[in-house]
T-cell receptor, first 111, second 115 residues
């Protein structure tokens, strides 16, 4: 199993601004998933992007994947206070991998 | 459809006591796992199971036991609680992640304090 490394560790923005966070990984993947964790609660799945996709949208979320650079980014547009949470990426390679999570990006959206 | 249910939500134990954290899912998922999350940290995998009767160790298995007698349930046992096991514990389930298209569903967590 491989772990993604999120960057930055912490991000603070004003409500209405866009938030971008990045994920890097080491070996080739089949897909990469992003999760959100609100304070002290369980992780919630946000979006999955396959290795043959370059960009995917879901509401205010936009995920990109660059397999040549082994990186992904998550963009949240028009941030709201409710987007305050930690965000984790989980890259998946071969069959048999576990869900492994890095330290995450802690996003604070200030009103 | 309840998803993943963890009990209890909060627990205080004395050093040396044992207890079982319960996890149940109603989505017929093969894969279940336990994580611990310490303040300001990510999740660390304790144990996981790919189906009834099959369990394996994760990154931090010491001090914990698991069993998987049914598809639905995956209890985590603390054998002799230590203050270092103070943490928030999360259970998760999914269809087998190796298929590449499965998302993980998480319980709401058990906040454990060992004094």
């Amino acid at each position: 199993s491989q772990q993604g490394e999120e960057d930055p560790q912490a991000l603070s923005i004003q409500e209405g601004e866009n938030a971008t966070m990045n994920c890097s990984y080491k070996t080739s993947i089949n897909n990469l998933q992003w999760y959100r964790q609100n304070s002290g609660r369980g992780l919630v799945h946000l979006i999955l992007i396959r290795s043959n996709e370059r960009e995917k949208h879901s509401g205010r979320l936009r995920v990109t994947l660059d397999t040549s650079k082994k990186s992904s980014s998550l963009l949240i547009t028009a941030s709201r206070a409710a987007d305050t949470a930690s965000y984790f990426c989980a890259p998946f390679g071969n069959y048999g991998q576990n869900f492994v999570f890095g330290p995450g990006t802690r996003l604070s959206v200030l009103p | 459809n309840a998803g993943v249910t963890q009990t209890p939500k909060f627990q205080v134990l004395k050093t040396g006591q044992s207890m079982t954290l319960q996890c149940a899912q109603d989505m017929n998922h093969e894969y279940m796992s336990w994580y611990r999350q310490d303040p300001g940290m990510g999740l660390r995998l304790i144990h996981y199971s790919v189906g009834a009767g099959i369990t394996d160790q994760g990154e931090v298995p010491n001090g914990y036991n698991v069993s998987r007698s049914t598809t639905e349930d995956f209890p985590l046992r603390l054998l002799s609680a230590a203050p270092s096991q103070t943490s928030v514990y999360f259970c998760a389930s999914s269809f087998y992640p190796g298929t590449g298209v499965s998302e993980a569903f998480f319980g709401q967590g058990t906040r454990l304090t060992v004094v």
